[in-house]
């Protein structure tokens, strides 16, 4: 079993004044059972909103994604479709149904999701697009991508009605949707992130950064983040992660990623870890300042954690399924404890302040809290946050203006956190 190198109070030190603190451990991962399961390489895997079953999908020789009982590994139920390549699995946030995306044979190639419903076994609808996420109602389903396909479509599971199609501009390599339902983000080969809007067809935001194909893209648990992973073929190459805000496509960060592609990645479902794969490896990345957490010599085609987030489900490309037990569940990610005080950034970001900063923190528990901001002098210039937040990441963002709505004169600001477990305080520039 994996035993994570935990770092002391010294680590919080480095939060404050900003110097690095680097550790990471390395091993496998804790399993609670692995074994193979299907006959080529496992391409997407889920977990039901019960917790109760996985689900896993593969290739060609396979072409079918099959349901697990999440105790044991237990084989439930078989879905099979026409001899395609599984891309994508997600089931529905009401466990009613199961979308399956497929790699369509022939040429060209084409994408295509299958709606099954869960309860009789049988195919509801068919849309295009081989990579598939439902809406957080499971009411829509957002598929795109697949050979040449370079649309993203927006459909009614209901009755089969497609209500939006947007054009990526490039090859579709993932699909995601906001657990708010606010947004839909596509991935392409043209080394871009595009967040569009659901309700109204627009595209939102481009995100421009990546010097490769992006191929995997996740949404934190409450919509305010999207981390993506690049490699592929471009030159020069890369295989980095970035974070960026939803609400106005900003770059947060950039991890280092993997020694080759990003395979794979997603948020625990306290949104303070990341968690990848590529090169050989499955990596854990703290939200909060993007540090290396853990290190598994593992390599997984697509992760997916349990709703309680102490458990984590995957495939890998040697056909073999299993389920591991999360190990930075329990214990605060700076000491290796039970959480005492929340955990600023080492500052907002971006800082100085330009239009907008977040300032990201984590509560260890449910607690009243008021985020603050003050000038120089102690004064009080605007609140924040005022009021009972859950455990967990959060991600608030101060827009550089007094609570009048005016921009505050260029300086120096103090951004004050207090909890029922403590208060902490981090600087902020302002430029004019």
Request: overall charge negative; charged content about 15%; some cysteine.
């Amino acid at each position: 079993m994996l035993t994570p190198t935990f770092r002391t109070g010294r680590h919080l030190l480095a939060l404050l004044f900003g110097f690095a603190v680097a550790a990471a451990a390395q091993g496998s991962p804790d399993l609670i059972w692995s074994f193979e399961g299907h006959a080529q390489s496992v391409r997407g895997v889920a977990f039901s909103p019960d917790g109760q079953f996985v689900v896993s999908g593969a290739g060609y020789a396979d072409s079918r994604a099959i349901a697990w009982a999440a105790t044991d590994g237990a084989r439930l139920h078989s879905y099979d479709h026409t001899p395609h390549d599984v891309q994508s699995v997600d089931v529905s946030p009401a466990g009613s149904h199961l979308a399956v995306g497929y790699i369509v044979t022939g040429y060209p190639p084409g994408g295509e999701t299958a709606v099954w419903d869960l309860e009789t076994g049988e195919i509801v609808h068919t849309f295009g697009g081989c990579h598939a996420a439902f809406s957080p109602g499971g009411v829509y389903v957002a598929s795109g991508g697949g050979g040449a396909l370079r649309y993203v479509y927006l459909s009614r599971i209901s009755d089969g009605i497609q209500l939006q199609s947007w054009y990526h501009g490039s090859y579709v390599l993932d699909v995601a949707y906001a657990p708010d339902g606010n947004t839909v983000a596509s991935a392409g080969t043209d080394n871009t992130v595009k967040l569009w809007d659901p309700k109204t067809g627009d595209l939102l935001h481009t995100l421009s950064g990546h010097m490769d194909d992006v191929n995997t893209i996740a949404f934190s648990p409450d919509a305010t983040l999207l981390a993506s992973g690049a490699g592929g073929w471009d030159e020069p190459g890369e295989s980095t992660i970035k974070l960026w805000r939803v609400s106005d496509g900003e770059l947060l960060d950039t991890w280092p990623g993997h020694s080759d592609r990003v395979e794979c990645l997603a948020f625990t479902p306290d949104g303070g870890h990341v968690i990848s794969s590529g090169g050989g490896t499955i990596q854990a990345w703290r939200v909060l300042d993007g540090e290396l957490m853990l290190t598994y010599d593992e390599q997984a085609t697509d992760i997916a954690f349990s709703p309680s987030g102490d458990r984590f489900f995957y495939g890998t490309p040697f056909r073999i399924v299993a389920m591991a037990n999360w190990e930075l569940a329990s214990a605060d990610v700076a000491t290796g404890e039970p959480a005492a005080s929340p955990l600023m950034l080492q500052g907002p970001r971006p800082n100085p302040l330009t239009s907008q900063s977040t300032l990201t923190f984590a509560l260890p528990s449910a607690s009243p809290v008021a985020l603050t901001v003050h000038d120089a002098a102690g004064r009080r210039v605007r609140t924040l946050l005022q009021g009972d937040l859950s455990a967990g990441a959060h991600h608030p963002a101060w827009d550089g203006r007094d609570r009048r709505g005016i921009r505050v004169a260029p300086g120096v600001y103090f951004v004050r956190l207090q909890t029922n477990q403590g208060s902490e305080t981090t600087r902020l520039a302002v430029l004019q």
